[in-house]
């Protein structure tokens, strides 16, 4: 008797002399089975994000479906639309739970090309690699973008410098240091393509842009193709994800925030953000803004409150600048602006709700503008911040000591082109004091160092230095679009899914390389350093996402038994094939 015939029920007679149908024991035990085999085999042969790395050997990862060549699983408008507006919660990160998002390789779009190499980038992007032409049509007239031919040109300006960046940055340095040495870093609030961050590069500062996933959809995913520094962000219901002083300046185009609404959240987050002494600038409403009167009535008397000094109103831009000795209050204002209580920490920034109080902060006059060092001497001294660590002067030169000789030994003996026109957008996954960074600072390259937010918080030291990051748990996907980084550097991957204090693995390997993966551009590198356990189950994954391996000793001078996985992602498009 075959299987379908032994789970028949057995029929039995009744009074009415009507046919009824009863299950027996066995029946029920067949039965169940049956249905648990079926739901054995879904599981194992279903590819999902958190399949452990043995499931997967000897397993190619499908490719995501051509509608996905722009994947963000954290800005998902099909999971946002669900939820709250108030104070554009919707528009920050949501991320899909652990085994929700697909197991797939995100695709390049056709006739995807090799990007442009900086500094041509700046000006002229592939159009196929992005083709959107949303942005040119809306704002071409104020200089954003055009497209001429097979690129995408981008004259340098925006809405409030509709003739160009550099124009407006000349008409900035009247009244704010930036060709000085004493401003290095800038936060760009609601940035564009930013053109603003781009053309300031050449005065040796590095401003970091950031915008949400809007209605123009990829202007962010534009900068980044330029190869100007940028971020996926939105200003909404939590602290930004930068540490406290942090910023030389902070500056807003038109970026339309309501500093002044919700009692002042945003710009109690953007005091938060200021280095003392740091610049303010705002370009657009509500400043001298027609209908705005009020907006722009009530941002002027917050920064009062503040004892911020204004330095000028020029048409319709305004420039403060922050105190350098501690916060004025509390004093008598309208706002009812207070200090934070002792146990506020302002560096606490990952998911962390935003206050509406101000944070008090230590060692403020040494990390002021003025105070620390001009670039680029502060790049290699150790700052206030460091010192006031455990150890933290000898931890510091030691980590800039080790990275000279490791980076060294990457272009020297290991084939990476740091330093050569193929390389651009980097990132480090665990920065640490930002040594790696500042190891390749005199490369045409920049670098985004990410400190996991589970532990200790560093990113402020590497501010300090005149470097850029953000917080962030690499058991989530990361804020930015795909294809966007030329080189990804984990130094001690298997620390970024472990508990940094229990030990216990968090996620899975596979999730962290999936998503370096999505994040990197075709033929970009990957450099992952660990124990030769972790680098063996690492190559495996590599297979199974189209990479390309190499296994190295790690510098003969260090004695480590530690491995070094030099890989490229693979050029292929859809159907697969190799580009």
Same mark, same amino acid.
């Given at each position: 008797? $075959?299987?379908? @015939?032994?789970l ?23 039965a ?7 739901v054995?085999?879904a599981?194992?042969?279903?590819p ?10 000897? /397993? ?13 699983p ?5 999971? @946002?639309?669900r939820?709250?507006?108030?104070m ?15 197991a797939?390789?995100v695709?390049?779009?056709?006739g ?19 083709? %959107?032409g +949303?942005?040119? &049509?809306r704002?071409g ?8 031919g097979?690129?995408f ?7 409030m ?7 407006y940055? =000349?008409?900035?340095?009247? %009244?704010?240091?930036?060709?000085? $040495? ?16 781009g053309f ?7 401003a ?6 809007d ?12 190869g100007?520094?940028?971020f996926?962000?939105m ?15 902070v500056? !807003?185009?038109?970026c339309l925030?309501p ?11 953007v ?5 003392p ?12 803004w ?6 722009w ?6 920064? =009062?409150?503040? !004892?911020? +000094? ?9 420039i403060w600048?922050k105190?350098?000795? /501690? ?7 309208e ?11 302002p560096d &606490?920034?990952? %998911?962390? +709700?935003?206050?509406?109080?101000? @944070? +008090?902060?230590s060692?403020l ?18 700052? /206030? ?11 510091? &030169? ?11 030994y990457y272009?020297?003996?290991l ?20 040594g790696?960074? /500042? ?16 532990n ?9 230095r005149?470097?850029i990051?953000? %917080?962030?748990?690499w ?7 795909p294809?966007?980084y030329?080189?990804?550097h984990?130094d001690?991957?298997?620390s970024?899914?472990?508990d940094?204090?229990?030990?216990k ?7 962290v390389?999936?998503?370096m ?13 660990d124990?030769p356990?972790?680098i063996?189950?690492?190559v ?8 390309t ?9 260090s004695?480590?038994a ?7 992602k693979t050029?292929?498009?859809l159907?697969?094939?190799s580009?």
């Amino acid at each position: 008797m $075959g299987l379908l @015939s032994s789970l028949r029920p057995h029929r039995r007679g009744s009074s009415g002399g009507g046919a009824q149908w009863q299950w027996s024991f066995l029946d029920a035990v067949w039965a169940v089975f049956l249905v648990a085999v079926v739901v054995f085999l879904a599981l194992v042969f279903t590819p999902r994000r958190g399949d452990t790395v043995a499931a997967l050997t000897g /397993a190619a990862v499908p490719p995501c479906a051509a509608s996905e060549v722009d994947l963000l699983p954290c800005e998902d408008p099909r999971r @946002s639309s669900r939820l709250s507006r108030e104070m554009n919660y919707y528009r920050e990160r949501h991320c899909p739970a652990r085994g929700e998002a697909p197991a797939c390789l995100v695709p390049p779009p056709p006739g995807y090309r090799v990007p442009v190499p900086w500094p041509e980038s700046l000006h002229k992007i592939w159009h196929d690699n992005m083709p %959107y032409g +949303k942005i040119a &049509e809306r704002k071409g007239h104020q200089g954003w973008m055009k497209q001429e031919g097979s690129y995408f040109l981008f004259p340098g300006g925006g809405t409030m410098f509709p003739d160009g960046a550099e124009q407006y940055i =000349e008409k900035l340095t009247k %009244y704010v240091p930036l060709r000085s $040495g004493l401003l290095r870093t800038g936060l760009d609030m609601g940035c564009g393509v930013a053109s603003f961050g781009g053309f300031l590069l050449k005065e040796n500062i590095t401003a970091l842009s950031f915008a949400p996933r809007d209605s123009h959809k990829s202007q962010i995913q534009f900068a980044l193709e330029r190869g100007i520094p940028a971020f996926l962000l939105m200003l909404g219901t939590r602290r930004l994800p930068f540490p406290a002083q942090s910023f030389d300046f902070v500056h !807003c185009s038109r970026c339309l925030i309501p500093f002044t609404a919700y009692n002042g959240s945003y710009l109690i987050e953007v005091d938060r953000l200021l280095r003392p002494g740091g610049y303010l600038i705002i370009s657009g409403p509500p400043v001298q803004w027609k209908k705005q009167e009020k907006e722009w009535g009530e941002l002027q008397a917050m920064a =009062e409150s503040l !004892c911020y +000094k204004l330095i000028t109103v020029d048409g319709n831009t305004a420039i403060w600048k922050k105190p350098n000795q /501690a916060s004025c209050l509390p004093n008598q204002n309208e706002f009812g602006l207070d200090l934070c209580s002792t146990d506020d920490d302002p560096d &606490e920034a990952w %998911y962390f +709700k935003l206050k509406k109080c101000i @944070s +008090k902060v230590s060692l403020l006059e040494e990390i002021a503008v003025g105070s620390i060092d001009k670039w680029p001497n502060r790049l290699s001294k150790p700052s /206030a911040r460091a010192s006031f660590m455990d150890d933290g002067v000898n931890l510091f &030169e030691a980590d800039t000591q080790k990275w000279v000789k490791r980076v060294s030994y990457y272009k020297r003996s290991l084939g990476v082109k740091l330093g050569t026109a193929l390389i651009r957008n980097v990132m480090d996954m665990n920065a640490f004091f930002g040594g790696f960074a /500042a190891a390749v600072a005199s490369d045409p390259v920049w670098v985004m160092n990410v400190v996991p937010a589970k532990n200790p918080l560093t990113l402020g030291v590497i501010y300090d230095r005149g470097l850029i990051g953000v %917080y962030h748990d690499w058991c989530e996907p990361f804020s930015t679009y795909p294809r966007t980084y030329d080189l990804i550097h984990a130094d001690g991957i298997n620390s970024l899914i472990s508990d940094p204090k229990s030990g216990k693995i968090r996620c899975d390997l596979f999730d962290v390389m999936l998503e370096m993966d999505r994040i990197l551009r075709p033929e970009g590198t990957a450099v992952i350093r660990d124990s030769p356990d972790v680098i063996n189950k690492a190559v495996q994954v590599a297979q199974s996402i189209r990479w390309t391996t190499q296994v190295h000793d790690s510098e003969p001078e260090s004695g480590s038994a530690e491995k070094i996985l030099i890989a490229t992602k693979t050029f292929w498009k859809l159907p697969l094939t190799s580009g």
